[in-house]
């Protein structure tokens, strides 16, 4: 009864999202702070004024979402806590303009479904594609849904990306490459010079996807890579940065004829992706930036504050560009201190993953969730 095509699938496991209790969830790199309160107030208010709205269906191509996100990424430079708010006006994390346009731009249902829209758009199950050996989960996930071989790079001993050997397997297999950057669960970044050097390198015509979703954090966007090269496509999300992981929006920016041959996979799937009440809000939090700005702000200053902690502690902590830490503790594993906490109401997240098993990974809160978890590992004594 079952198609043969089940045979490859190994579903991702998210995060717990438990409804046994009321825990702290740093468990899945939610954002702790909800979304602008201007912008939930606008988007219900369209529902409110026109409601006959929402018998008609959405727009199929999310068109004002799509200039809205541009707009945004323009007038930011890309990196919201890099950003600044002078006086109301925002200004972008770099002077040079980036010049991106809504045909740039392709927006889905979350960056999940935009990862498997573009996975079937550019990557081919007679070849390889390269990616770090520890990075987000979902991505071995897909090459089983498309019959993908992955080729996983270590990584270096600091648990950073392993650029050369990247470059040398896709190369040798003159094959596509997937990375995010920052990576997840390391929480590192390459800088965009190291990213370059990839992109020089690599086969220029073999897509090469950078997944920005946690870049808002203090990474270094590619953004500014798109004029120079046509096979780069960049991934993003409103569901880290933009307090709205139960939205699911998420978007690619990339060359227009890279969106164009994504546009070809969504028309051959739902032409409908986005539901008119997302978009709309979609577009609402892009017209409310500063407020966001000041969240990841708020976020990058807890996650130092609390790397700190953990290193007192006699953590090994790796330098997060993110909106959570990845650290261990000699002498204890990293399963038991999960369950430990879990007792305690705290969610974390750890993997059973040989090789990262001694780790936990913890999500950025608010100062009262980083204060309520630090009592517990006193507590707890680790
Ligand atoms: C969270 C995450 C996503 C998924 O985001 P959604 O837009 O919620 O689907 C994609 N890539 C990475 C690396 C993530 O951590």
């Not at 089940?6 to 899945?28: C, F, S, T, W």
């Not at 068109?63 to 972008?92: C, F, H, Q, Y």
């Not at 081919?124 to 987000?136: C, Q, T």
Request: charged share 25%; with cysteine.
């Amino acid at each position: 009864m079952l198609s043969s095509r089940m045979e490859n699938l190994r579903p991702y496991v998210p995060g717990e999202q438990p409804h046994d209790r009321e825990y702290i969830k740093l468990n899945a790199n939610e954002n702790p702070y909800p979304p602008c309160p201007a912008a939930v107030e606008r988007a219900l208010e369209q529902v409110k004024s026109a409601p006959q709205r929402l018998a008609l269906y959405s727009d199929p191509d999310s068109l004002a979402l799509r200039e809205k996100i541009a707009a945004m990424l323009n007038s930011t430079g890309g990196v919201l806590s890099r950003a600044r708010i002078d006086g109301g006006e925002v200004l972008p994390c770099e002077a040079e303009g980036l010049g991106i346009t809504s045909e740039m731009i392709y927006a889905g249902n979350g960056s999940d479904e935009v990862l498997s829209f573009l996975f079937y758009a550019f990557f081919d199950s007679a070849e390889k594609l390269v990616s770090p050996e520890f990075s987000y989960s979902f991505y071995p996930v897909y090459c089983g849904f498309h019959s993908i071989e992955m080729e996983k790079v270590p990584l270096l001993n600091d648990w950073q990306i392993d650029v050369d050997e990247m470059i040398l397997r896709a190369k040798k297999f003159h094959a596509p490459t997937i990375i995010a950057n920052p990576n997840a669960p390391t929480s590192l970044c390459l800088s965009r010079k190291q990213v370059r050097r990839m992109l020089e390198e690599c086969p220029r015509d073999m897509a090469f996807v950078v997944d920005e979703a946690y870049v808002d954090f203090g990474g270094e966007s590619c953004l500014p890579l798109l004029r120079e090269f046509e096979n780069l496509v960049i991934v993003r999300t409103f569901s880290k940065s933009l307090c709205a992981a139960g939205m699911r929006l998420g978007y690619l920016v990339a060359n227009p004829k890279m969106v164009r041959a994504v546009l070809t996979v969504k028309n051959s799937v739902n032409h409908f992706p986005i539901d008119s009440f997302a978009q709309n809000f979609g577009s609402a939090v892009c017209e409310n930036i500063p407020y966001y700005i000041e969240c990841a702000k708020k976020i990058v200053f807890e996650r130092e504050d609390f790397s700190e902690f953990l290193r007192a502690r006699g953590f090994f902590v790796l330098p997060s560009s993110t909106n959570f830490l990845f650290a261990k503790k000699e002498g204890h594993s990293g399963k038991a201190m999960y369950e430990s906490l879990k007792k305690e109401g705290i969610l974390v997240r750890h993997f059973d993953t040989e090789g990262i098993e001694d780790f936990l990974r913890i999500t950025v809160g608010t100062k009262e969730q980083m204060a309520a978890l630090k009592r517990a590992m006193e507590k707890m004594d680790f």
